[in-house]
Every structure is written in C-alpha cells, then in structure tokens.
T-cell receptor, first 116, second 116 residues
Framework: AQTVTQSQPEMSVQEAETVTLSCTYDTSESDYYLFWYKQPPSRQMILVIRQEAYKQQNATENRFSVNFQKAAKSFSLKISDSQLGDAAMYFCAYRDSGGGADGLTFGKGTHLIIQP | GAGVSQSPSNKVTEKGKDVELRCDPISGHTALYWYRQSLGQGLEFLIYFQGNSAPDKSGLPSDRFSAERTGGSVSTLTIQRTQQEDSAVYLC??????????????FGQGTRLTVV
C-alpha cells in the first residue's frame, strides 16, 4: 500500500518570505501522480499544484513550485513571497496510474502560519 | 451547480442513531469520491463511484457504512448505529473522469459529523 508522510505538523513563515513544506511517499509503482492541496478554514480542499511522475521537470504555478525527487520519493512544495491568504492546512497526496479503485492517498497535513 | 455541494454542513447526532450525508457533484462529473477526515489526520479514502456503480467498497471502515449514488448524480453516505469514533469531517469530491491525470477532482466543503 502507498503511504504519504508529512513530517512537519506546523510551519511558520514571515509574510513575503519563502517556505518549503516537505513530503515523502512510498510506492512500488513507477507511474503515478503527486498533488499538493490547500485546505483553508472553510474546509474545502483546493488543488495547488500537481506533478506527473514520468515528467522530470518540476511543476510550477505562479508562486508555488515543487521539488520532485523521484529516486528519493520526495515531493516538497515551495511557496515564494508568502501571503496572508496562504495560511491553511497543506496536504500532500498520491495517486497511482494503474488499475484499481483507490482514490488519493493523503498525508496528515502541515499547518502553515503566516506571520504579518 | 457551480461546485460540489454537501449537506448538512454540520450534524450532531446521538450515539446509536443513523445519519445520512448528501453530496451533489458538479453536473456532468461521472466520478464521485467520499473521504473521511478525522481531527488532526489526513483524508482517508472511503469509496468512489463511476456513474452509479461502486467497484470497490473496501475503504469503508465497517459494515455500518454504506453509500449509494442514483442517476449518476447525487450520492448519499449512510452511517448506521453511529459511534463516537465516527465523528469527523466527511468530504465529497467529483471529477469528470476517474483516474485521468488532467481531470481535477473538485471537493465540497464537507459535513462535520459529531456523535455525542
């Protein structure tokens, strides 16, 4: 079974600074997808960024970028120029591309605090 | 609708009672997912529907849990004889096609269930 580990229960960063959230995963699959979701107090999960495992290039979405290290099974999220609106729970998630009915496998989340 | 709608937003029930949670996916989305988020935990995959069928129900935590989907649209998650450990936020998500990378899963705001 796949597992996703987020080792930082909470992170704090000054507004306008850069912060990196860690995620590692375990899988025996070679083809899969990785995601970062943001969950604000409204509870609604919002997709921040996604990465296909077969792509070597790291995904980037505006201020959000990932450092995908396939051999190390590491998928960290970097948030540049942090803003107050970035404060939320961030979840790393995995999904394989093979057969089966499983959905996303999530880590336990990192609570990101933005200090004004 | 504009997004995934879940009702009720909050539900308090007495131990031993049955509860029914509703998810109204985005129109045209054939895939629908249920997740459970316990306090301080990530999301636990429960079940997914492709149309009206649920190919794999193994994620449901016990036989007190059941789910159905009718007309390829609305889904209900039923918990019978609720226990205190069932207290959690139940999140629903939908996507156009299951397991296709570029088809994003959109989440509702969840139902917070409290069993007293």
């Amino acid at each position: 079974a796949q597992t996703v580990t987020q080792s930082q229960p909470e992170m704090s960063v000054q507004e306008a600074e850069t912060v990196t959230l860690s995620c590692t995963y375990d899988t025996s699959e070679s083809d899969y997808y990785l995601f970062w979701y943001k969950q604000p107090p409204s509870r609604q999960m919002i997709l921040v960024i996604r990465q296909e495992a077969y792509k070597q290039q790291n995904a980037t979405e505006n201020r959000f970028s990932v450092n995908f290290q396939k051999a190390a099974k590491s998928f960290s999220l970097k948030i540049s120029d942090s803003q107050l609106g970035d404060a939320a729970m961030y979840f790393c998630a995995y999904r394989d591309s093979g057969g089966g009915a499983d959905g996303l496998t999530f880590g336990k989340g990192t609570h990101l605090i933005i200090q004004p | 609708g504009a997004g995934v709608s879940q009702s009720p937003s909050n539900k308090v029930t007495e131990k031993g009672k049955d509860v029914e949670l509703r998810c109204d996916p985005i129109s045209g989305h054939t895939a629908l997912y249920w997740y459970r988020q316990s306090l301080g935990q990530g999301l636990e995959f429960l079940i997914y529907f492709q149309g009206n069928s649920a190919p794999d129900k193994s994620g449901l935590p016990s036989d007190r849990f059941s789910a159905e989907r009718t007309g390829g649209s609305v889904s209900t998650l039923t918990i019978q004889r609720t226990q205190q450990e069932d207290s959690a936020v139940y999140l629903c998500a939908s996507s156009r096609i299951h397991r296709v990378m570029n088809t994003e899963a959109f989440f509702g705001q969840g139902t917070r269930l409290t069993v007293v």
